[in-house]
């Protein structure tokens, strides 16, 4: 089974500077990668998700993913954060018909 | 189109009782998927619905059912509630597969707190 982890719990940044977000999955023959974001209160939105191809994946808000399938890693970036993206970040990976997810990243912009 | 919605979205029960928490999903979505997050477990897959029957299932103990109706509505239930199950339960509806991957549209979730 697939499982995803995401390295950090919690993330500090200050506001306009970039960030990284950390995600690992378990390797498998073809895998379909997701990050999803959660604003307060909300539910989840899909950011951004890889299927195929270009390996550098380019999503809303400004940020953007990189599959790399050598360390089997999907990290998500972005140059410069707001303080409109504070919020939780949940890497995703598609196994049959279902999506398992992290266990999600804390993004906390400092002013 | 309007999005997935759920209701209710706050929900307060006893131990002991039972819920029923509802999604309506997308129009033309027939696939419905039911998710728990909770602060230590995070995001835990419960079950899928496609077409009225079930079609993947989490590991969850059977007090968590659910059901799907022909215009795709679901609802689950949660009878002889812990306080382990409070949580936010949230919804995703689906129309399109490709291979493996299927784009889930979520809802905002509905709180549930067990007294």
């Given at each position: 089974a697939q499982s995803v982890t995401q390295l950090d719990s919690q993330v500090p940044v200050f506001e306009e500077a970039p960030v990284e977000l950390r995600c690992n999955y378990s390797s498998s023959v073809s895998v379909y990668l997701f990050w999803y974001v959660q604003?307060?209160?909300?539910?989840?939105?899909?950011?951004?998700?890889?299927?195929?191809?270009?390996?550098?994946?380019?999503?809303i808000n400004g940020f953007e993913a990189e599959f790399n399938k050598s360390q089997t890693s999907f990290h998500l970036r972005k140059p410069s954060v707001h303080i409109s993206d504070t919020a939780e970040y949940f890497c995703a990976v598609s196994e049959d018909d279902k999506i398992i997810f992290g266990k999600g990243t804390r993004l906390h912009i400092l002013p | 189109k309007?999005?997935?919605?759920?209701?209710?979205?706050?929900?307060?029960?006893?131990?002991?009782?039972?819920?029923?928490?509802?999604?309506?999903?997308?129009?033309?979505?027939?696939?419905?998927?039911?998710?728990?997050?909770?602060?230590?477990?995070?995001?835990?897959?419960?079950?899928?619905?496609?077409?009225?029957?079930?079609?993947?299932?989490?590991?969850?103990?059977?007090?968590?059912?659910?059901?799907?109706?022909?215009?795709?509505?679901?609802?689950?239930?949660?009878?002889?509630?812990?306080?382990g199950d409070s949580a936010l339960y949230l919804?995703?509806?689906?129309?399109?597969?490709?291979?493996?991957?299927?784009?889930?549209?979520?809802?905002?979730?509905?709180?549930?707190?067990?007294?």
């Open positions: 604003y307060p209160n909300q539910g989840l939105q899909l950011l951004l998700k890889y299927l195929s191809g270009s390996t550098l994946v380019k999503g | 309007a999005g997935v919605t759920q209701t209710p979205r706050y929900l307060i029960k006893t131990r002991g009782q039972q819920v029923t928490l509802s999604c309506s999903p997308i129009s033309g979505h027939r696939s419905v998927s039911w998710y728990q997050q909770t602060p230590g477990q995070g995001l835990q897959f419960l079950f899928e619905y496609f077409s009225e029957t079930q079609r993947n299932k989490g590991n969850f103990p059977g007090r968590f059912s659910g059901r799907q109706f022909s215009n795709s509505r679901s609802e689950m239930n949660v009878s002889t509630l812990e306080l919804c995703a509806s689906s129309g399109q597969t490709i291979g493996s991957y299927n784009e889930q549209f979520f809802g905002p979730g509905t709180r549930l707190t067990v007294l």
